[in-house]
Nanobody, 124 residues
Framework: QVQLVESGGGSVQSGGSLRLSCAASGYTDSSYYIAWFLHVPAKERDGVASIDTDGSTTYANSVKCRFTISQDSAKNTLYLQMNSLKPEDTAMYYC??????????????????WGQGTQVTVSS
């Protein structure tokens, strides 16, 4: 059973930075996608960034040049470095995983495993 545990959320002022972590365990598949999603109440979960087995990354347009997704395979940990944060980045952030191939990286229905989320709050 794949388990994902996020950490690193918090409250920062506009322009500040945070680094989110997602500790993963329980998967042995050699091919996977892991992604960060954000969720605000009354809206769908939106894809923020993803990374695959080969280290290829994809970003939502809203976070390009501000956020960086990376992974430490030795530690089975996924990271999201968030710089130049804006109030509109305020959301619950979730780590999600999909074993095998994926058609649409930013579709929440593509992912089988989810963490419990970590809250990010950016004040102006």
């Amino acid at each position: 059973q794949v388990q994902l545990v996020e950490s690193g959320g918090g409250s920062v002022q506009s322009g500040g930075s945070l680094r989110l972590s997602c500790a993963a365990s329980g998967y042995t598949d050699s091919s996977y996608y892991i992604a960060w999603f954000l969720h605000v109440p009354a809206k769908e979960r939106d894809g923020v960034a993803s990374i695959d087995t080969d280290g290829s990354t994809t970003y939502a347009n809203s976070v390009k040049c501000r956020f960086t997704i990376s992974q430490d395979s030795a530690k089975n940990t996924l990271y999201l470095q968030m710089n130049s944060l804006k109030p509109e980045d305020t959301a619950m952030y979730y780590c999600a995983a999909r074993l095998g191939w994926i058609a649409k990286w930013d579709a929440s229905y593509e992912y089988d495993y989810w963490g419990q989320g970590t809250q990010v709050t950016v004040s102006s």
